[in-house]
T-cell receptor, first 113, second 114 residues
Framework: EDQVTQSPEALRLQEGESSSLNCSYT??????LFWYRQDPGKGPEFLFT???AGEEKEKERLKATLTKKESFLHITAPKPEDSATYLC??????????????FGKGTKLSVKP | DTEVTQTPKHLVMGMTNKKSLKCEQH?????MYWYKQKAKKPPELMFV???????INESVPSRFSPECPNSSLLNLHLHALQPEDSALYLC?????????????FGSGTRLTVV
């Protein structure tokens, strides 16, 4: 069964304190792994798509990496405005599952000034 | 235009009401989705449309009825809902089902069933 597990569930950081969020997955033929940011009461905001092991992508203070079993979202010198829930999702390669994003439960990040 | 627009933003309806949620995108995306998200839970897929045809229906109760009138519009018709259907309903779109350039989500409709 396709599954996505994110850890930790919640993370509290001081401003400037770098850390990483983890997303481990089991899926039949990974088509893509997606990272989203979601603010309370809002829709998920797209951050990155990763397709193959070894791939890395960066955007401002965020860097996403991918291995065959997991992905990391590294946050360098976070600011309070980075506080949000970060969602990881995978799309399986089976034809019948095309279009179905399987989401993890998310990591709620709080950055204190 | 790089947005998915959902209306209304908030909706309160009784269990005997009929209402519709609307979703619109003008990015030329040919796949559109409805997700349901309960508080502190990840989004759950409800329906997928590809080239205006229903591609996936994740065993959703018949009180939810999707409609895709054209490539830019997606509706979700609601009838005889239950209080447990209260949630954030999210619309998303992607260029195709493969989603190679990501999925764009709308801000959602906060639905409360009383």
């Amino acid at each position: 069964e396709d599954q996505v597990t994110q850890s930790p569930e919640a993370l509290r950081l001081q401003e400037g304190e770098s850390s990483s969020l983890n997303c481990s997955y089991t899926v039949s033929g990974l088509r893509g792994l997606f990272w989203y940011r979601q603010d309370p009461g809002k829709g998920p905001e797209f951050l990155f798509t990763l397709y193959s092991a070894g791939e890395e992508k960066e955007k401002e203070r965020l860097k996403a990496t991918l291995t065959k079993k997991e992905s990391f979202l590294h946050i360098t010198a976070p600011k309070p405005e980075d506080s949000a829930t970060y969602l990881c999702a995978v799309q399986a390669g089976r034809g019948g599952s095309q279009g179905n994003l399987i989401f993890g439960k998310g990591t709620k990040l709080s950055v204190k000034p | 235009d790089t947005e998915v627009t959902q209306t209304p933003k908030h909706l309160v309806m009784g269990m005997t009401n009929k209402k519709s949620l609307k979703c619109e995108q003008h990015m030329g995306h040919r796949a559109m989705y409805w997700y349901k998200q309960k508080a502190k839970k990840p989004p759950e897929l409800m329906f997928v449309y590809s080239y205006e045809k229903l591609s996936i229906n994740e065993s959703v109760p018949s009180r939810f009825s999707p409609e895709c009138p054209n490539s830019s519009l997606l509706n979700l018709h609601l009838h005889a809902l239950q209080p447990e259907d209260s949630a954030l309903y999210l619309c998303a779109s992607s260029q195709t089902l493969q989603g190679f350039n990501g999925y764009t989500f709308g801000s959602g409709t906060r639905l409360t069933v009383v």
